[in-house]
């Protein structure tokens, strides 16, 4: 089945959802019920508040409706008769939309009828209800949406569904959720210990354990290594700034109701950084550039600040404060298909050392070029800068998918899409052209003629930002992370009281090779300090007793495994450090 007919499905079984709502709340009135990915949902306001028995009330009468095999049934009514139409019905909010449709100009719109329930819709839909599978959907889960998304308005009751177009795709999906939520980074980042958040300090604002900070560093350690090979700078600024450098950006604009303002009774003026791009021009600008100095690469791993909506912060995958990894090349127009070249290598390099190169695909994001008022910068720029993104990708053979109205404001992007291990999608990395931004501060270089002329900026982000990288990894390796990167890499269990000392011998002999280890010689049985260690997803046990002392070995238990093998110390540090530097 297309996309397209998956659209159709979708949307046409939210109407179903919505005929069912009607016939268990008669008074029920309903807002929006669209299709979304791999499902649906519509928003009720009703008599009473749903619980989730309810929805196993509203699936039986949904199959008795797709059963009676109903015909979706398509008119058109002018402006005037849908509003009288809808006031009828008793639905304001069907109401209110048509008049928002009637100033936006429109003169008729276009209803669909099923059974007893009239819908404002512009379809399409399915023929009638009995193309939808009866054992092929399910009502999932039930929330709360402020009505337009204002939380000045009143808060409505959202049900949402998935749908397939066979009860096989259905199940796989379920189990794949199953799966999904045993992965859930903030299951396992409270379990693991990695993260934490506060109500005193603020939702949004995440404090990361020295577990979860070990994970961070490590990447930083990382991602800035691979950077430093290509020419990359590390460089730091400040989170606060004058909001005219956001102005003059664009930025501020932009983001004018994520800003975070900051005053004080000192007359202060200031705006957390949303984003680092316009810091690092002010960097390139503190002196004068010759074309010879050119390429200019600026890395840094800082803190962003952007006033989400209360209600979408959740987890690490929204938060307030961001930790990106940033960085920004300044260079000749000449040099910029090399240095985006170099860029994709960094992706290449960087994620295939984390197993997730092989599963992507490429984004081409251009201009929406019916509206072109949407961005900044000269059309002649934007022309040559998606021709060599284009060139890019026809050289590098990354079969890169156009998508208008995907661009950034000021120039076009490559994004790179991974899916993870149970096949959930993610955006992370890009590379952004711009010749916008150097044009309104006024960057320049002396080029071969003695002539200023403005550089082109290259904005890019590897592993993005470090909150969104994280639930990535976390769900991806189910909290099981790679060696390199585990906060614990190794536990020492004595098999009794008596092996302490030998134990913590062979700690100290870890700790002096860098090696992240732990002894866990608590009053608990072996057995369960093994589960425990398990449960912690440490990569590697070594039980140590009298054999070992004796002969200066361990026995090795490693994770996932039950099968032990006995080695000395030293081959023992030798083996895993070789893990550690080939990113094993």
Known sequence: MTNKNLEILRHSTSHVLAEAMLQLFPDAKFAIGPAIENGFYYDFDLSRTLTPEDLSVLEKKMRAIINQKKSFEKSELKIDEAIKKFEELSQPYKVELTKDLAEAGEKKVSVYKTGDFVDLCSGPHLESTGEISADAFKLTKISGAYWKGDEKNKMLQRVYGVVFPSKAELKAYLTMLEEAAKRDHRKLGKELDLFHFSELVGGGLPLYTPKGTIVKEELQKHIEGICRKYGFQKVSTPSLAKVELFETSGHAKKFQEELFHVTSEKKHDFVLKPVQCPHHTQLYASKARSYKDLPIRYMESDKQYRAEKTGEVGGLSRVYAITVEDGHTFCRVDQVKEEIKSLINIIKDFYSSLGLWENHWVSLSVRDYAHPEKYIGDSKDW??????????????????????????????????????AIGKEIQIPTVQLDFATPKRFELEYVNEKGEKTAPVMVHRAILGSYERFLVLLIEHFAGAFPLWLSPVQVTV??????????????????????????????????????????????????????????????????????EQRTVSAKDFISQIKKQIEDKA
Do not use: W
């Open 383 to 420: 022309d040559l800068c998606e021709n060599i993104l284009q060139e890019v990708s026809d050289e590098m053979g990354l079969k890169a998918k156009k998508c208008e109205g995907e661009a950034a404001l000021y120039g076009p992007k490559l994004d790179f899409m991974f899916r993870d």
């Open 493 to 562: 269990l004595p098999i009794s009281e008596k092996f302490k000392k030998y134990a913590h011998k062979i700690k100290d002999q870890l700790l002096e090779e860098n090696l992240r280890v732990e002894v866990d010689d608590s009053d608990e049985s072996l057995g369960k300090r093994i589960r425990e260690a398990e449960k912690q997803k440490i990569p590697y046990m070594l039980v140590v007793g009298e054999k070992e002392e004796k002969e200066k070995t361990v026995s090795v238990r490693a994770r996932g495994q039950r």
